[in-house]
């Protein structure tokens, strides 16, 4: 069966400092895979996607990047964190073709971050 | 601009009766509707999908309804049980995206008190 692994489950990070989110799949092959982060009482927000290794799409202009350096890998990082930048991260990752993705995005637990 | 909007307010029932969450949205052309529930401090969970050519879906003590003239979705839990009890998210898999950029609403929290 698929499964999604994320890690830390929380993060308290100092405004300026650096930041590397993971996110693993396993069970499957070729998945799109997401960032998405969610502010309290607000919807997700779709940071990345990727269709492959390599590709990377960003759906917001803001200081944060994804890499997805092997095809089940997918790693959200920051040089500097701002404030802001203060929610709740989600992994997801879900079927290659439009059929496949009828089936929903499956998340990863996600990780709380503080910036502080 | 492209808007989901769920009930903000929290839905509290009583166990047995059935519970409504509505989903509106604007401005999008969705082939497909999705349902998701959110347990506090965890990802969501995929639970139900409907086409935008099928009016009705269900699954066990779940139903949704899908009216794309209203641009409308009605998500139905019958016999609602305290475990029911979470937030409950509506999200729209624009037909122009090709399926990737899913949109998610803020969600509807339920309680079902015993």
């Known amino acids: 069966s698929q499964t999604i692994h994320q890690w830390p489950a929380t993060l308290v990070q100092p405004v300026g400092s650096p930041l590397s989110l993971e996110c693993t799949v396993e069970?499957?092959?070729?998945?799109?895979l997401y960032w998405y982060r969610q502010a309290a009482g607000r919807g997700l927000q779709l940071l990345f996607y990727?269709?492959?290794?390599?590709?990377i799409s960003s759906e917001v202009p803001q200081n944060l990047s994804a890499s997805r350096p092997q095809d089940r890998q997918f790693i959200l990082s920051s040089k500097k964190l701002l404030l802001s930048d203060s929610g709740f991260y989600l992994c997801?990752?879900?079927?290659?073709?439009?059929?496949?993705?009828?089936?929903?995005?499956?998340f990863g637990s996600g990780t709380r971050l503080t910036v502080v | 601009s492209q808007k989901i909007e769920q009930n903000s307010e929290a839905l509290n029932i009583q166990e047995g009766k059935t519970a409504t969450l509505t989903c509106n949205y604007t401005?999008?052309?969705?082939?497909?509707l999705q349902w998701y529930r959110q347990d506090p401090g965890r990802g969501p969970v995929f639970l139900l999908l409907?086409?935008?050519?099928?009016k009705e879906k269900r699954k066990e003590r779940l139903k949704v309804t899908f009216d794309t003239t209203l641009k409308q979705s009605l998500f139905h839990i019958t016999a609602s049980q305290p475990a029911d009890s979470a937030t409950y998210l509506c999200?729209?898999?624009?037909?122009?995206?090709?399926?990737?950029?899913?949109?998610f609403g803020a969600g509807t929290r339920l309680f079902v008190k015993a």
């Open positions: 409907i086409r935008e050519n099928e």
């Open positions: 999200a729209l898999m624009p037909s122009y995206t090709g399926g990737f950029k899913t949109i």
């Open positions: 069970g499957t092959s070729n998945p799109n």
């Open positions: 401005n999008y052309s969705p082939a497909y």
């Open positions: 990727s269709v492959g290794i390599g590709q």
């Open positions: 997801a990752w879900s079927g290659r073709k439009l059929l496949d993705r009828t089936n929903g995005y499956t």
